[in-house]
């Protein structure tokens, strides 16, 4: 019976990857950072998922989870590492603190690392892969995310050379990269709490300046609500990167994904730009029209 690692499960892509691969007989290691939320996964599906305390962000929790699933798999090792946990920071850069990107990076990029370091002795002997989420943030990335969209590229690099640096030095791991569009998760439904917390953060100034910034995050989760794909579409790329005899090196999964994948790899820098800033536009007039009568 395979096993796997999953952070970041207690809702969306997580949740989503958890219940395919326990539906599939394997063994899920399941990130949570409460406690409760692991009870509910565990009650849910039973034997196959064993929950584990972890924040991605705490290298005591890295260190004891890593220490738990050895005793539980030994020589067998572990067949998956799926890195999912994430958080965003969103606002003008011009006005994002220096502890805002820290919290990102943190969780997003330096929490990754640690994990993928400490439980390479797990997957090389249990032959495995590593699955990292990205996003297509990672390749194209909307004013207000910098944060998150920064730590998105800067996994697109991780997997890159993870993946080369184990071909090279004949380590039987290997790494893939999912890079997923909109997805209908919980995160859309604090929506109206993000777009206060952007609001807060600027003087009366930057409110005028980047009104148009407020309505496009307003824009941008209206439409996260109403278009996202389901978890499940990235659970398919997830299941396909750790079952697959030929692996994709990169799944881009959601139509928007697709469309902008696509520019990404092909359109010069210019157009690239004009595509954003257009992009950009219809965010803000879906923002606008969606704005609540108090902000309007």
Not at 37 to 50: K, S, Y
Not at 232 to 260: F, I, M, N, Q
Request: glycine share 12%.
């Amino acid at each position: 019976m395979p096993s796997a690692l999953v952070t970041g499960t207690s809702t969306g892509i997580g949740k989503a990857c958890v219940a395919r691969l326990a539906e599939r007989g394997w063994t899920v290691f399941a990130g949570v950072r409460r406690r409760e939320d692991g009870e509910r996964l565990q009650a849910e599906h039973h034997n196959g998922v064993h929950p584990v305390i972890l924040d991605v962000s705490n290298r005591e929790h890295i260190h004891r989870v890593i220490d738990d699933i050895t005793g539980e798999v030994g020589e067998r090792g572990l067949q998956g590492l799926v890195n999912n946990a994430g958080v965003g920071v969103g606002g003008p850069i011009e006005y994002l603190r220096e502890d805002d990107w820290r919290f990102v990076f943190d969780v997003n990029l330096f929490g990754v690392v640690a994990l993928s370091q400490a439980a390479t002795p797990l997957l090389r002997a249990g032959r495995g892969r590593i699955v990292h989420i990205g996003s297509i943030g990672g390749r194209i990335s909307l004013p207000g995310l910098a944060p998150y969209n920064a730590s998105k590229h800067a996994i697109e690099a991780l997997a890159e050379t993870m993946r080369n640096e184990f071909r090279l030095s004949g380590t039987p791991i290997r790494v893939a990269l999912i890079e997923p569009g909109a997805v209908k998760t919980a995160i859309w439904d604090k929506g109206d709490t993000t777009v206060d917390e952007i609001e807060q953060r600027l003087d009366g100034v930057g409110r005028s300046r980047y009104r148009w910034l407020v309505d496009l995050a307003r824009g941008f989760i209206d439409d996260g609500r109403r278009v996202g794909i389901p978890g499940s579409r990235v659970a398919d790329a997830v299941e396909h990167a750790l079952t697959a005899d030929r692996p994709k090196l990169r799944y881009l999964v959601g139509p928007d994904a697709k469309l902008s994948g696509h520019i990404a790899a092909r359109a010069p820098d210019r157009v690239r730009d004009a595509f954003i800033r257009m992009a950009s536009k219809r965010y803000e007039r879906r923002g606008r029209k969606v704005r609540p009568k108090r902000a309007a």
